[in-house]
Structures are given as structure tokens and as C-alpha cells.
């Protein structure tokens, strides 16, 4: 039985004190229920305060992204190393936010894939297709091209030790969720095309949902046969709406 993952990516948001009260409510209100897991993705600056606040409380916490490179000339960039050095869990890659305006490639995505789980981090993959692309019908191509980048350079046991994150583009910040039933379809070509050389590895991936999830929607998506959490944007800002998300996968365990 895969466990359900509710993943709060925060975007850049935020500032000291606002991360502050979050970590709060979060600490104070967070019920553990067995088969769910929580992890938060900070902006970098915020991970002590969060490493800090969420050490021994059964959530998790990750980074937004993270470099390839291991050390040295390399302005501006943070290291898995660093981020693991903050107990992270987790970290994001391809998130279609880097893909698109931050040129992130799907070679360069593959190699952060691979030094990630080299620095004993859970890789979170993100795949998604655009608006246009849906419309044109390329929906499975596309995501399952960007998988299967990964897959050529690490194969697909090691991509089952990371997690898959689907998250159309057209659904991100619109208020556009993609139906239980599309997203579903998404998630079963994606375990499908990982099937076919390791079906081990293809049953026990998480798959995850993002674009527009909220306390609304959540149960319905996590009611998928293949629909393993949700990565969260802007409803993971709020104790309140992030909670009440995982408590819709806790009535599914
Ligand atoms: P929203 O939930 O704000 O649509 O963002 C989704 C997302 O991009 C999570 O990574």
C-alpha cells in the first residue's frame, strides 16, 4: 500500500515572520495519521527556521530546487549537500516554473535527479504539459518524454526511490484543477510506461497531483487508484487549508 504525500510547496513566499506563524499553526494543529506523510518546501533562506521548528514532529520538509554542481565558483547556486545538511527529505526538480523561466532542461533535470538521491535526498520529479499541448493532444507524450529522461540516465528502480509529481501546466495558479479522471489517466500511462521494464518500481512510485489543489478537491483526486498526494502551491501558504488537505487523505488510508 503506497502511503498518501501532501507536499506544501511555498513558492518564493514569505518572509521571517510569516514562516514563523506558520510553523506554529502547523506544529500546533498537525494530527500524524498512519499512511499519510507531510513535507513543506521553504525558500532557501527559511530552512534553519524550518529544520528547526519541524525536527520531531513527523513532517518533513524539503528545498524548491537545487543545484547539480557539488562545490565551489558558483555564485547564487545552493548544493544537495547544503540542503541535506538542513535535514531535508525531499527536494523539487523540474518544477515547470524552472523549466520555463529558468531554462531548467530535461538533461539538466536528470542529472539533478541523480545527484540527489546520490546525497541520500528523495528527489520529488515534476512533468507536466502545457495548455497548448493538451489541446494538440501531446498530453502523455510530453510527460512521458520528460520521464523517461530520467529513467535513460538512472533507470527505473532508482527513479521509484524519488517521487513523481504531475502537475499541468494550464492547472498551476489558475484555479484550473485537472479532473480526478484526466489526471488519473496521466498517472496510469506514467506507472504503465515505468511497468514496462520494472513493475516492481512501477507499484510502489508515489504519484502526486498539483495545480489548484485545495480542501475542496483534494479527496477526489486522492480517490484515484493512481493518485498517491498532492503538491500543493498556493493552499499550503495556510495551516488551515494544508491540514485539511491531508486529513481527505487520512479518510482514504
Ligand atoms: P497551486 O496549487 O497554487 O496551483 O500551485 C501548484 C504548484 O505549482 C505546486 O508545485
New binding site residues.
Given amino acids: 500500500m503506497r502511503k498518501i504525500l501532501v ?1 506544501g ?1 511555498w ?1 518564493m513566499n514569505g518572509c521571517r515572520q510569516s514562516v514563523s506563524d506558520l510553523l506554529s499553526d502547523l506544529v500546533r494543529r498537525f494530527k500524524p495519521s498512519v499512511g499519510v506523510e507531510l513535507a513543506v518546501f521553504p525558500p532557501y533562506p527559511y530552512l534553519y527556521q524550518v529544520q528547526t521548528a519541524l525536527a520531531a514532529t513527523g513532517i518533513s520538509w524539503g528545498s524548491q530546487s537545487a543545484s547539480e554542481t557539488l562545490a565551489g565558483a558558483y555564485t547564487g547556486e545552493t548544493s544537495m549537500a547544503m540542503v541535506a545538511d538542513f535535514g531535508a527529505t525531499y527536494v ?1 526538480l523540474g ?3 524552472r523549466r520555463m523561466l529558468f531554462g531548467e532542461t530535461d538533461a539538466i533535470v536528470a542529472k539533478r535527479f541523480k545527484v540527489a538521491l546520490e546525497h541520500g535526498l528523495k528527489p520529488v520529479l ?1 512533468v507536466g504539459e502545457t495548455l497548448q499541448q493538451r489541446e494538440s493532444g501531446t498530453t502523455l507524450a510530453t510527460v512521458c518524454q520528460q520521464l523517461q529522461s530520467v529513467i535513460d540516465l538512472v533507470g527505473t528502480g532508482a527513479v521509484a526511490r524519488g517521487v513523481l ?1 504531475y ?1 499541468p501546466v494550464w ?5 484550473l484543477t485537472a479532473t480526478p479522471q484526466q489526471a488519473q489517466d496521466v498517472h496510469q500511462a506514467m506507472r504503465r510506461q515505468l511497468a514496462a521494464t520494472d513493475s516492481k518500481a512501477a507499484a510502489t512510485l508515489q504519484i502526486l497531483y ?5 480542501d475542496a478537491n483534494a479527496y477526489d483526486l486522492f480517490n484515484q487508484p493512481d493518485i498517491d498526494g498532492a ?6 501558504l495556510k495551516a488551515d487549508t494544508f491540514l485539511a488537505i491531508s486529513r481527505s487523505a487520512a479518510i482514504i488510508q
Fill in positions: 507536499l510547496n513558492k523539487l518544477h515547470s516554473e515534476c509529481a502537475e492547472a498551476i495558479g489558475t484555479g498539483g495545480g489548484s489543489v485545495t503538491l500543493v502551491g498556493s493552499a499550503s
